[in-house]
């Protein structure tokens, strides 16, 4: 599974409150609505200015807060291929796993804002095109790569009629 886009660069702490905003919360039963503001407090102009199959990039400590499900639900269906980060929250984590959303645990600063970035999930590997670099992520497990790719753990289980860990 490759992935290609462009990346957007985002600091430490971004919390579930930046990326679905709590004032928003009453378009929680209209996904695609909530999601034209996603990170809407973090950077006004991101959900207006981002393309399809883009790359959130951000620091440490990705997703904290609370374990608001729609955080992670609002950036996949905005169009975003994967979050890249130093660390994550770990509710946010397995939620973003859990919805086929994935997430990838690398060295960001070596990435910058409008870097041409080409994630390899399998090889453990984000290209930065821009910067003809490679930068290593921390692997994920198999188990999370094969709910990744079927599209989340509704569909993984769907498509097994079980939680197959191999």
């Not at 639900?73 to 946010?92: D, H």
Request: aromatic letters at 8%; one cysteine or more.
């Amino acid at each position: 599974m490759i992935k290609k886009g462009k990346a957007w660069k985002f600091g430490n702490d971004i919390s579930t409150d930046h990326i679905a905003p709590g004032r928003l919360f009453h378009l929680r039963s209209n996904l695609p609505e909530f999601a034209k503001h996603v990170l809407e407090d973090a950077d006004s102009q991101f959900a207006k200015n981002m393309s399809l199959g883009d790359f959130i990039v951000a620091g440490s400590n990705f997703g904290l807060g609370s374990s608001r499900e729609h955080a992670p639900q609002i950036i996949k269906i905005a169009g975003i291929n994967a979050v890249m980060a130093k660390s994550f929250a770990r509710i946010f984590f397995r939620n973003a796993i859990n919805i086929g959303l994935p997430l990838v645990e690398c060295n960001t600063d070596l990435i910058n804002q409008g870097d041409e970035l080409e994630l390899n999930l399998e090889n453990g590997v984000v290209k930065n095109l821009t910067q003809n670099s490679d930068i290593k992520i921390t692997p994920l497990p198999d188990v999370m790569i094969k709910i990744l790719n079927d599209g989340g753990l509704a569909k993984h289980i769907e498509k097994y009629g079980d939680f197959k860990l191999i």
